[in-house]
């Protein structure tokens, strides 16, 4: 009888001992390997389904196709089209980019299109009277008309197109961008997008800045000049916005001049927003005084 005891202690205690046996083994190395096999499935899973696939990819291979065909009107519609029915496509940049060189060539050329009008001198009228009339600037109209000088005779046939845009400067992204006003309760369309390459601005400088054009100072030297001045075309150009009580105005000045100059013996940082010298330039041409312009730092 004692043993059978024995035995049947033993058996127990074997059976006890392989079972703890059996689950340390299951704990510590079987069931970790059996989560790190899940873990690699699934990644080898999302990898063998690859990115999710693009719904603007054949609109933009579409307005390639437009392109390479010479039809220039059709590429202009469908990157409007892309840019509205897919806002966070992969394209959008350079679609922007492609749209706002066309809308500038479309600007500053002389045919027949939406937008465009016609204006016959009459005895009396100068550059200055019809920039005031048409809603339009002097460096545009001699631009687009190809005139190298203010003279003008009765009977001339002017092209001009009102300018009315609003800016948008987006400190934190470094960019500019250019709408044009549409009709009353629509969206205003986008024009153009600048790029920034450089923001000087005051620590105090407010999130939400609005504001306007009040003046497009244009420098021969020290010497400030104006656009009809025959100079002008040789100037630098500046973009500068109505300031405020103990606050001015915000400068857009020419990358040429972002350098540091002596003041007072101190080397000082010169402030402003800076661009491309060609794109200030074309700023200028296009943009009149009093033009709408929000500043967002953030």
């Known amino acids: 009888m004692r043993f059978k005891i024995l035995v049947f202690v033993l058996t127990l205690a074997l059976l006890g001992g392989t079972f703890l046996a059996a689950y ?4 510590t190395i079987d069931q970790p390997e059996r ?5 690699l499935l699934r990644r080898q899973q999302q990898t063998n389904k690859g990115p999710a696939p693009d719904p603007s990819a054949p609109s ?13 009107e059709d590429v202009h519609e469908q990157l409007n089209r892309l840019l509205k029915v897919y806002p966070n496509s992969p394209w959008e940049s350079e679609a922007r980019r492609m749209l706002g060189e066309m809308n500038v060539d479309r600007l500053f050329s002389r045919a027949p299109m939406p937008g465009k009008r016609d204006y016959i001198v009459k005895s009396g009228d100068s550059l200055a009277k019809i920039e005031k009339g048409s809603l339009t600037t002097i460096p545009f109209l001699k631009r687009l008309n190809n005139l190298t000088s203010l003279n003008l005779q009765p009977g001339d046939r002017l092209v001009y197109q009102p300018l ?15 709408r044009q006003k549409a009709a009353a309760g629509l969206d205003p369309i986008f ?17 939400v800045l609005k504001t306007q054009i009040q003046e497009k100072p244009a420098w ?11 100079k002008y075309a040789f100037a630098r150009k500046q973009l500068l916005t109505t300031g405020r009580p103990g606050r001015p105005g915000v400068l857009f000045r020419p990358d040429s001049e972002r350098v540091s100059v002596p003041a007072g013996g101190v080397t000082a940082v010169v402030q402003g927003i800076f661009l491309d010298d060609g794109d200030l330039e074309e700023l200028s041409t296009i943009l009149r005084t009093g033009t709408p312009v929000v500043v967002l730092r953030q």
Do not use: M, S
């Not at 340390?24 to 704990?27: K, S, V």
């Not at 024009?191 to 999130?207: G, M, W």
């Not at 021969?220 to 025959?230: E, F, I, N, S």
């Open 191 to 207: 024009f153009k997008n600048y790029r920034l390459t450089a923001v000087v601005v005051p620590p105090t400088f407010p999130k």
């Open 60 to 72: 933009f291979q579409k307005i390639n196709d437009a392109l390479a065909a010479g039809q220039l």
């Open 35 to 39: 989560l790190a096999e899940q873990q």
């Open 24 to 27: 340390w083994f299951y704990d």
């Open 164 to 178: 009315e845009f609003e800016l948008e400067v987006r400190l934190a992204d470094e960019v500019l961008t250019v």
């Open 220 to 230: 021969v030297g020290d010497r400030k000049v104006l656009a009809t001045d025959p």
